[in-house]
């Protein structure tokens, strides 16, 4: 383990991270807090709110790579605090076998964090995030029934329920996600609409392998055969957009489903052309109309989703 530590605050204890994921104390104290207790969170931004700072918030399940940190770094840039959490949230999982291989790296991510100069970290256990059961139902019409609101049934109450929940925890000025995550990225904006959180919700562009492949903390299941192979979603997302303006979308989709099943280790689970604000199917190339090819692809058993608008 490397020699970090950070301030926890845990019922107005300070604990070592250390202390808390190994159960033994070390002696270098840097400067980002970690808090568990979402009443000491609040605590703690409240008075850096009333001393007039703004909030930048980055909410995450862990497993971090330079993806996330990107997030964290803009966060930082345009906010007086970046603020980010860790929370292998268990509502958005539909799968129990997919929660339980979930990668959890808590201590690298911490640094990770600490390195990126990430003032703090919340990270709850299930009892914090939910002391009740969770009853509420988010009504999205057509933005959670297609694609991956299909294919995984109650995820994105799931995720609406947590984001919502945070945003109550933090009550960030400005909240950052992946683009990679497009759907979602549509889903929060829509609850935060719901909901009237004063968030700003800023989606920021997918950061990507020097080979293509989007970033993402399930890469890490991947096996050695299958990393290699996977660099085909987003080369058949690149020629989607050079064939699209002169073929239909069914045609497009189905070059891209073709390319990518072309390896033995991928298969795609779907493949659609949509607008980007109602995630309404687009059968046609039209100029200065926006289309975003969204894709979700099976490598043995982890899923991979990706997307590129392919007439921008
Ligand atoms: O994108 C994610 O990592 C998660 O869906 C989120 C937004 C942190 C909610 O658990």
């Not at 509502?91 to 390195?115: C, G, H, N, V, W």
């Not at 891209?256 to 607008?275: F, G, H, K, R, T």
């Amino acid at each position: 383990m490397q020699n970090y530590s950070f301030f926890c605050y845990y019922s107005n204890n300070h604990y070592s991270f250390a202390d808390l994921f190994f159960g033994q104390w070390t002696d270098c104290r840097l400067h980002m807090r970690i808090f568990k207790e979402r009443k000491l969170l609040t605590q703690w931004l409240r008075g850096e709110r009333s001393a007039g700072k703004t909030i930048g918030f980055v909410p995450t399940m862990g497993a971090l790579h330079a993806g996330h940190l990107a997030l964290v770094h803009r966060a930082r840039r345009e906010n007086d605090l970046g603020v980010c959490s860790i929370f292998v949230n268990p509502i958005q999982f539909d799968k129990a076998d997919d929660l339980a291989t979930y990668p959890r790296m808590p201590a690298k991510d911490l640094a990770l964090l600490e390195s990126a100069e990430c003032d703090a970290v919340f990270c709850p256990d299930t009892e914090e995030m939910y002391p009740e059961k969770v009853q509420k139902k988010f009504d999205f019409g057509h933005l959670d029934k297609v694609m991956e609101g299909k294919h995984r049934k109650g995820h994105f109450n799931g995720v609406a329920i947590v984001v919502d929940k945070l945003f109550n925890i933090v009550t960030p000025h400005r909240a950052y996600f992946g683009e990679k995550d497009f759907q979602q990225l549509q889903i929060i904006r829509t609850m935060v609409k719901m909901e009237g959180h004063q968030t700003a919700v800023v989606g920021c562009p997918t950061v990507r392998e020097s080979d293509g492949l989007a970033m993402s903390s399930r890469n890490a299941r991947l096996t050695s055969e299958q990393r290699k192979e996977a660099p085909r979603i987003y080369k058949a997302l690149l020629k989607a957009k050079q064939l699209f303006p002169a073929q239909s979308a069914e045609a497009t989709q189905l070059q891209v489903i073709s390319d990518i099943n072309a390896s033995p280790l991928l298969e795609v689970e779907y493949c659609e052309i949509v607008c980007p604000d109602t995630l309404l199917p687009i059968k046609q190339f039209r100029n200065g109309k926006v289309a975003v090819c969204c894709v979700a692809v099976y490598a043995g058993t982890v899923r991979l989703i990706d997307n590129l608008a392919i007439n921008s």
